[in-house]
């Protein structure tokens, strides 16, 4: 094999290399984009409800001081 195939050869393979590492690389950080969505989802769910449960004993609080005392809308 002449000398200027093997540096053809040790190119390619580098080259090769260096695409199939940064194809794992790029999968590996989707991956965990795609991990930080869902735990941003379970946040904003968790939140959600909070406020929800918050809104309604507001909402208690509301009718029950409106029963209390004359209020003139």
Known sequence: MSHG????LLAS???SGAVIYGV??????EREIMH???IKDEE??????????????Q???Q???EKEQNISR
């Open 5 to 8: 195939g093997k540096m053809a």
């Open 13 to 15: 393979l580098i080259f």
């Open 24 to 29: 794992h690389y790029q999968q590996r950080q």
């Open 36 to 38: 930080y969505g869902i």
């Open 44 to 57: 904003r769910r968790r939140r959600k409800l909070q406020n929800q449960a918050e809104l309604e004993v």
């Open 59 to 61: 909402r208690s609080l």
């Open 63 to 65: 009718a029950e001081y």
